[in-house]
């Protein structure tokens, strides 16, 4: 274990020893075990330890193909994971259309004020019109239940089978850049062409979120699928460590979508 621990930042060791005890229980008790929702980059640490493992295998699904937020399931190699094994379910939000305008942002703001952990629903999707989420299956009555607004809009939801979930918009742009450190003032003034004073100036306001999670350190450290979000902006996924120049610049290659 400890050569993993070297490999990631220290912040994750906690993360690296909840896999390490869900690998042990799916390899001890020869039986499949499911996680909540992950980024990319906890999957990432997941496949890191399932590696160490011949006789396991690590399997992840978020509802529908290219999900950015999935859950895992750690089991015996010889498993076969369906969808419904990871227990989701998708939910259509209802809102008079005509007269209200629903946003990613709102509909995630809703879901967290009210009290549910990130880690409980996945991606929150549309194709321009038609707003669906996924959310783990234990809390598909509770969401029901308990929320009757998003924002200002009355809302109800309507449960749906996986397959009709809708097509998303694709927003995000293939972007290339070099940078000195992999620090996440670096990271947000090159992708989204500001200056490194304006980016950190955003980030000591509580403006940027690193993997979801709020981040005040201009000097963080940005490793391979961190997803960044930076308010009034958008969103940035660190793709690639593509080698270094020979002046000592990492080249990196990154999605974005712009706000």
Same mark, same amino acid.
């Given at each position: 274990m400890d050569a993993i621990y070297q490999h990631f930042r220290k912040d994750e060791a906690a993360l690296i020893d909840h896999f390490a005890e869900l690998i042990e229980t799916a390899r001890t008790e020869y039986r499949a075990v499911l996680t909540d929702f992950t980024d990319p980059r906890q999957r990432l640490i997941a496949a890191s330890l399932i590696n160490a493992h011949d006789d396991m295998k690590l399997v992840h699904f978020g509802g529908y193909p290219h999900a950015e937020r999935q859950r895992l399931i750690f089991a015996p190699d010889y498993f076969?994971?369906?969808?419904?094994?990871? &227990?989701? #379910?998708?939910? =259509?939000?209802?809102?008079?259309?005509?007269?209200?305008?629903?946003?990613? %942002?709102? +509909?995630?703001?809703?879901?967290?004020?009210?009290?549910?952990?990130?880690?409980?629903?996945?991606?929150?999707?549309? &194709?321009? #019109?038609?707003? =669906?989420?996924?959310?783990?299956?234990?809390?598909?009555?509770?969401?029901? %239940?308990? +929320?009757?607004?998003?924002?200002?809009?009355?809302?109800?939801?309507?449960d749906y089978p996986l397959a009709a979930a809708v097509t998303p918009e694709n927003d995000w742009e293939s972007i290339s850049f070099s940078v000195s450190a992999l620090r996440l003032d670096a990271i947000v003034a090159h992708g989204f062409n500001m200056s490194r004073q304006r980016a950190k100036m955003l980030i000591q306001a509580g403006k940027v979120r690193l993997n979801f999670g709020e981040?005040?350190?201009?000097?963080?450290?940005?490793?391979?699928?961190?997803?960044?979000?930076?308010?009034?902006?958008?969103?940035?996924?660190?793709?690639?460590?593509?080698?270094?120049?020979?002046?000592?610049?990492?080249?990196?290659?990154?999605?974005?979508i712009h706000k």
């Open positions: 076969a994971a369906q969808p419904a094994d990871f &227990d989701i #379910r998708l939910l =259509q939000v209802v809102y008079p259309e005509k007269f209200a305008e629903m946003h990613h %942002s709102t +509909i995630q703001g809703t879901l967290l004020n009210a009290g549910l952990d990130r880690d409980v629903f996945g991606d929150i999707v549309t &194709d321009g #019109r038609t707003w =669906q989420f996924f959310v783990a299956a234990h809390m598909e009555d509770w969401v029901m %239940s308990n +929320i009757t607004k998003i924002g200002r809009v009355g809302v109800h939801f309507t981040n005040d350190a201009p000097d963080a450290e940005v490793a391979t699928s961190d997803i960044i979000s930076v308010r009034g902006f958008g969103r940035l996924r660190l793709d690639a460590i593509l080698g270094e120049s020979k002046k000592g610049k990492l080249r990196v290659s990154a999605a974005v």
